[in-house]
């Protein structure tokens, strides 16, 4: 590219620039689009979903438990008639019991007073749902392929740059480009990491008995082993396997032949779904806790796990970041219809108090969760069996983690109420 080029200033990409088209990023997307606001949304990915393959035939070995507040948004969207006459598998039971000890806890969409606890869905089906909607959507621009590199202040606000060196720039630019946001780091904002002792290892498989719609978690000595259900085709007889150990065992786990994993898996779940037989590959994921120490800069914002990434054993991450998507999309619509500058830094602030506090919370108490169960100490056993027992038979306390657990928190925006 030339001097004068480089010199030239960069294109204006509407008042917000995405970067990270992901499930966080999309559905920032599809709120701001569907309330008619100019969005550029950025991916570096070479192109869309492939809508026919998403939620056909074996599940994606992604997937997460989205509570029925993030139903209620994708609803408003338009999204979730998509994914439901794809696949999306309700659970109306929990089942959380300590393999070390005694102690188990069940929770039921009855006694939450809700038709169901909740939804595991394949990333991959929520995702080119959003696209499907985005592609509606007129004042939307997508762009694939779009890897961006730079990061600037300009006078128009904020400009970022692409891999091949094209500016784009905006009075807003948003980072949801993942745990590894390399936008925050453009930024120069830190984050408090937490490196949590484990990997999770990731694959599907077929139980011989049904889920029954039960959502199940051991806390097994190494970390929690989750069975999340998976229906396919009116057969019940598949589940998502996210089990939390030492890099170590995963690496161990991940190199087993697929009938010695299988066996692993059922004796770790102590036989409750019959023999288990492993229908993908299994794959290990890295897990740390994150925390961005800002969420905000003039011109620029944090969502989803570019602000947090947390422990997946209470399956909150992606909601958290659907949350708070939901939080900044209404204080910009505000903002709009004030007339006060989308990247004002003060305005912006009303998005980070909002969420950071709810963030934190929920990563100390992931924290918690996975220090108590991670101990090994007879006294640590013991208080958790008795607390477990304890939760299981108090009303009220059962009924505030089922609260949190359903993302009933604190004061939710209009979109998921
Ligand atoms: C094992 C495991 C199990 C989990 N289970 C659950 C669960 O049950 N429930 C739950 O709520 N959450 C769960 N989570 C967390 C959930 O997966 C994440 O919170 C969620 O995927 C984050 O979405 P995101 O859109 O913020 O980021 P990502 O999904 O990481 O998306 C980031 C996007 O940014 C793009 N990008 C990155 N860099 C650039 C760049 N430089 N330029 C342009 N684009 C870029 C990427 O291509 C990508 O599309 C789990 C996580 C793990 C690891």
Redesign the pocket.
């Known amino acids: 590219m030339s001097a004068s080029r480089q010199e030239e200033a960069p294109a204006m990409a509407g008042e917000v620039i995405i ?9 920032l997307a599809c709120l701001l689009g569907q309330a008619g606001v100019p969005v550029t949304l ?4 070479e192109g869309p979903l492939d809508a026919a393959a998403a939620g056909c035939g074996r599940p994606g070995l ?6 029925p507040v ?1 139903q209620r948004l994708l609803d408003g969207l338009g999204a979730w008639s998509w994914m439901r006459a794809r696949r999306v598998t309700p659970y109306r039971h929990m089942q959380v019991w300590d393999a070390e000890g005694t102690g188990e806890v069940n929770f039921s969409a009855d006694q939450a007073g809700l038709p169901v606890l909740g939804h ?1 869905v394949e ?1 991959d089906v929520v ?1 080119a749902a959003l696209e499907a909607r985005l592609a509606a959507l007129p004042t939307v621009r997508r762009r694939f392929g ?4 730079g990061l600037a202040a300009s006078d128009r606000g904020r400009e ?1 740059v ?2 091949g060196g094209e500016r784009l720039a905006a009075p807003l630019v948003v980072a ?8 925050r780091e453009l930024a120069g904002i830190e984050v408090e990491a937490h490196d949590t002792g484990h990997a ?1 290892v ?1 694959t599907t498989v077929r139980t011989a008995r049904p889920h029954g719609g039960v959502a199940r978690q051991a806390f097994l000595a190494e970390g929690p082993l ?1 069975f ?1 259900p998976l229906t396919l085709d009116d057969d019940a007889g598949y589940c998502s396997i ?1 089990w ?1 150990t030492s890099p170590e065992e995963a690496m161990r786990l991940t190199g087993l032949s697929a009938e010695a994993l299988g066996q692993a898996l059922a004796t770790a779940i102590e036989g409750r779904l019959g023999a288990v037989t492993v229908i993908d590959r299994a794959q290990a ?3 740390t806790q994150r925390h961005a120490r800002r969420y905000v800069l003039p011109g620029l914002a944090l ?5 947090h ?2 422990h ?1 054993l ?9 949350m708070d998507v939901a939080v900044l999309a209404e204080e910009l619509l505000e903002a709009r219809r004030r007339g006060v500058a989308l990247g004002s830094e003060a305005w912006l602030g009303r998005y980070a108090r909002r969420r950071r506090g709810d963030n934190a919370a929920m990563l100390k108490l992931m924290d918690g969760f996975r220090l108590l169960f991670g101990a090994r100490h007879p006294a640590l056993t013991l208080a958790r069996n008795l607390g477990l027992a304890g939760v299981d038979r108090l009303s009220p306390l059962k009924r505030l983690l089922m609260q949190q657990a359903t993302g009933r928190r604190g004061r939710l925006p209009a979109s998921c109420r």
Do not use: F, K, Y
């Open positions: 970067v990270g088209g992901g499930m966080v990023g999309a559905t950025l991916d570096a990915r992604r997937v997460s438990a989205l509570t993030s595991i990333n995702v779009a890897r961006v590199t970022v692409l891999a949801a480009d993942g745990a590894r946001s390399p936008l999770a990731v989750a999340l996210v939390s994921v890295p897990l969502v989803g796990d570019a602000a990434s947390i997946p209470a399956g909150q991450g992606v909601n958290l970041g659907l």
